[in-house]
Nanobody
Framework: QVQLVESGGGLVQVGGSLRLSCAASGRIFTINAMAWYRQVPGKQREYVAGFTGAGSTNYADSVKGRFTISRDVAKNTVYLQMNSLNVEDTAVYYC?????????WGKGTLVTVSS
């Protein structure tokens, strides 16, 4: 099994920064299969950032240039550095691991950006 635990969410003002962490344990074959998503109540969960098969990064257009995904392979941990936050970034942020057609999700961490 796979366990994902997100942390680092909280309340921040517009223009501020937060760094989210996702610690993975269990049967993790490659940390490159991890990604960040977010969800606002009443809306669909949306992709935020992840890694390609080659290990490079990609981002949703809405966060490009402001968010940075990184990884620590030794710790099986993925990070999301979020800068220049705006009110529209308020959401529950989830970590996902996808392997062999299965998606594993963490419980999420809430990010609230106040104006």
């Amino acid at each position: 099994q796979v366990q994902l635990v997100e942390s680092g969410g909280g309340l921040v003002q517009v223009g501020g920064s937060l760094r989210l962490s996702c610690a993975a344990s269990g049967r993790i074959f490659t940390i490159n299969a991890m990604a960040w998503y977010r969800q606002v109540p009443g809306k669909q969960r949306e992709y935020v950032a992840g890694f390609t098969g080659a290990g490079s990064t990609n981002y949703a257009d809405s966060v490009k240039g402001r968010f940075t995904i990184s990884r620590d392979v030794a710790k099986n941990t993925v990070y999301l550095q979020m800068n220049s936050l705006n009110v529209e970034d308020t959401a529950v942020y989830y970590c996902k691991y996808r392997w062999s057609g299965m998606d594993y999700w963490g419980k999420g961490t809430l990010v609230t950006v106040s104006s």
